[in-house]
């Protein structure tokens, strides 16, 4: 079971992944600045990626090293778009995605 600091992590994360998907349908990639648009939200999801990362669930931490992964490569982004980075971002948040998926499979 997670603990009540691992629920609320899980979802401030949602809440900045759901915010990165808007981002990403709604701008033009080179208008992508997400740490530099959101500091506080990307700020929190930092600190949530880093306690998901060292959570002593198997399938958690693994969620929290693939969303620390996810965050380097949107500072990436935020440096300047490239297609590399763009496909990058997409590798890794498919990555995000299944990872978080078999975490709450995982508890459920």
Request: net charge positive.
């Amino acid at each position: 079971m997670f603990t009540e600091q691992e629920r609320h992590d899980i979802k401030a994360v949602g809440e900045t992944l759901g915010l990165v998907s808007q981002v990403l349908t709604y701008t033009m990639p080179e208008n992508w600045r997400f740490n530099a648009q959101f500091p506080e939200r990307f700020r929190c999801f930092r600190l949530a990626a880093g306690r998901l990362a060292r959570s002593k669930d198997r399938k958690l931490k693994e969620y929290g090293r693939a969303l620390i992964e996810f965050d380097v490569c949107l500072t990436e982004l935020d440096r300047g778009f490239t297609q590399a980075k763009a496909a990058r971002a997409a590798r890794l948040g498919k990555r995000v995605v299944d990872t978080m998926q078999e975490a709450k499979a995982h508890v459920v």
